[in-house]
Nanobody, 127 residues
Framework: QVQLVESGGGLVQAGGSLGLSCAAS????????MGWFRQAPGKEREFVAA????????YYADSVKARFTISRDNAKNTMYLQMNSLKPEDTAVYYC????????????????????WGQGTQVTVSL
């Protein structure tokens, strides 16, 4: 079992940057592909980015491509999301998730394919 804890959320002005972290418990972090999802009020939880077990492959939602960067440090059991050029429409609760898989494919853009979730961290982007 994996426990995930997000941190780094907060309030930032449009055009600013923010970095999120997702700390995982246990010694099997490297067995999991990881993802970031977000949920705005009144909307469904949507895919943001995902990264393979080794960090060699990543996928991004079109809405964040070229602005957000996902990364991971398996030695620290931690995944990151660097968010630049933030927009008000990026405002949401951001969740990290883990999927036990050997290969990251577009299959893992679906939130239903993840096994474990964190509690979420709020990101608010003001005008």
């Amino acid at each position: 079992q994996v426990q995930l804890v997000e941190s780094g959320g907060g309030l930032v002005q449009a055009g600013g940057s923010l970095g999120l972290s997702c700390a995982a418990s246990g010694r099997t972090f490297g067995y999991y592909a990881m993802g970031w999802f977000r949920q705005a009020p009144g909307k469904e939880r949507e895919f943001v980015a995902a990264i393979s077990r080794t960090g060699g492959r990543a996928y991004y939602a079109d809405s964040v491509k070229a602005r957000f960067t996902i990364s991971r440090d398996n030695a620290k059991n931690t995944m990151y999301l660097q968010m630049n050029s933030l927009k008000p429409e990026d405002t949401a609760v951001y969740y990290c998730a883990a999927a036990l898989t050997t290969t990251l494919t577009t299959y893992y853009l679906d939130r239903g394919k993840y096994d474990y979730w964190g509690q979420g961290t709020q990101v608010t982007v003001s005008l």
